[in-house]
């Protein structure tokens, strides 16, 4: 792409998305592209961690490394799975009856390495003859490719699958470090797609604003509307729709209810959804229904605010996860040592945590480096004991080489700011 004229990467720009649809005259996502950019750093992690293979059943990573998806429901039942042997292309060994004949229809660059998934979970007795038979499935081709001695990373753990691979004589490492590595640098194409989705949340943002928020709704009946628009506009999954009005933001209710929303309340939202090139949009805003803030609104909205920005900053090239935690609140993190998810920055691509997470509870003692292309949803809570309702606030990130650029732009409310 020649970029004289808008002088920085099209990807770095939030303001320019591409539709949805396919055409001749524009260069927009280009799934090819896409499909083979991925495939390659996940052979180039396996590569730098001496993996003889990658055995994958978590849907996204079976989709990053295949290009194949057939549905959320299907992601993590083990179901389906990929090979990915050393030096080879991927196998996919894909749910049998429809779902195989769909695969093979729908996915012509797999030319037709598509085989019989064995599934095996909630067989009752037969747990371990099945289980048996997908160890078969995936000795062979390990076999095929001379890999069978090597390490074989795996992705997640069933101890009835474990038993049987390692009955096959397989040495079982992990495979996360190897796809957590791919996966949290995003192609051109992976930020175009994140991109894409962030536009329909600010969009969906702005219709919550002005057009189904008011005194007298339910929490559910904005959680309805929400998934009606994302879902008419072609996502994949809406993931979960959080909303949290008056006191249900304070302890902060990380789901939603039917209670009735009245005048004064705050109400937070929390989109998380799956767009329609399968990647997510994850981000908050915090709105007054009715009145002016009080005093004490306004000083919590602008405390969230305040820290999320200035943790934001700190997501650039040459620093480390040390320097966004340390702009967070001290929270729960500190006190117990583990992660609230409410201080916090997630990587964010295929997956709603993609990767890595920035916390107190240890990024503050064990740093990570930031890296260009990472994409990240950072959020903070205004959270006290006592408050009547408090504020949260998200927003996507995408860290280029001059900085971070959010990716998710609907404005933050400029009464609370004042």
């Not at 590569?47 to 990658?54: S, Y």
């Not at 962030?198 to 057009?211: L, Q, R, V």
């Not at 992660?339 to 709603?352: K, R, T, Y």
Request: proline share 5%.
């Amino acid at each position: 792409m020649d970029l004289s004229f808008i002088k920085k990467p099209h990807e770095y720009t939030p303001r320019r998305v591409f539709s949805t649809t396919g055409t001749d005259w524009q260069e927009r996502v280009n799934f090819d592209r896409l499909r083979r950019d991925r495939l390659a750093r996940a052979k180039a992690e396996m590569e730098k961690r001496d993996l003889g293979a990658l055995v994958l059943f978590v849907g996204e990573n079976v989709r990053y490394t295949t290009g194949v998806f057939q549905g959320n429901w299907k992601n993590n039942i083990f179901i389906r799975y990929v090979v990915l042997p050393r030096g080879a292309d991927p196998i996919l060994f894909e749910t049998v009856g429809s779902d195989m004949e769909c695969a093979k229809i729908d996915a012509p660059w797999l030319e037709g390495r598509i085989r019989p998934a064995i599934t095996w979970k909630w067989s009752e007795g037969a747990e371990e003859l099945m289980a048996d038979r997908m160890a078969d499935s995936v000795y062979d081709v390990l076999k095929e490719h001379g890999v069978q001695n090597e390490p074989v990373g795996i992705d997640i753990m069933d101890m009835q699958a474990y038993q049987a691979l390692t009955r096959k004589g397989l040495k079982l490492v992990s495979a996360w470090p190897a796809m957590s590595a791919a996966r949290v640098i995003k192609t051109p194409d992976e930020i175009e797609l994140l991109k894409i989705s962030s536009a329909f949340g600010d969009c969906a943002m702005w219709k919550i604003k002005n057009e189904w928020l008011k005194p007298g709704v339910k929490e559910s009946f904005i959680c309805a509307k929400v998934n009606e628009f994302l879902y008419e506009n072609g996502f994949d999954f809406v993931y979960d729709i959080i909303v949290a009005s008056g006191g249900n933001t304070s302890p902060y209710r990380r789901w939603h209810t039917d209670k009735v929303i009245r005048y004064g309340d705050l109400v937070i939202v929390d989109i998380n959804a799956i767009g329609p090139g399968g990647y997510f949009v994850d981000f908050v805003r915090c709105f007054k229904v009715g009145g002016k803030p009080t005093p004490q609104e306004k000083a919590l909205y602008k405390e969230c605010a305040e820290s999320l920005e200035a943790s934001l900053l700190e997501l650039k090239p040459g620093n480390t996860t040390r320097d966004v935690a340390e702009k967070f609140p001290v929270y729960d993190d500190d006190k117990y040592g583990s992660v609230s998810l409410q201080q916090f920055a997630h990587s964010i691509g295929l997956s709603l945590y993609e990767g890595m997470w920035i916390s107190r509870a240890y990024s503050l003692t064990h740093p990570a480096e930031i890296k260009p292309n990472m994409c990240f949803a950072i959020e903070t809570f205004a959270g006290h004991p006592g408050l009547e309702q408090t504020v949260r606030l998200e927003h996507d990130v995408v860290v280029t080489d001059r900085g971070p650029e959010k990716l998710t732009i609907f404005p933050l409310e400029e009464e609370m700011l004042s």
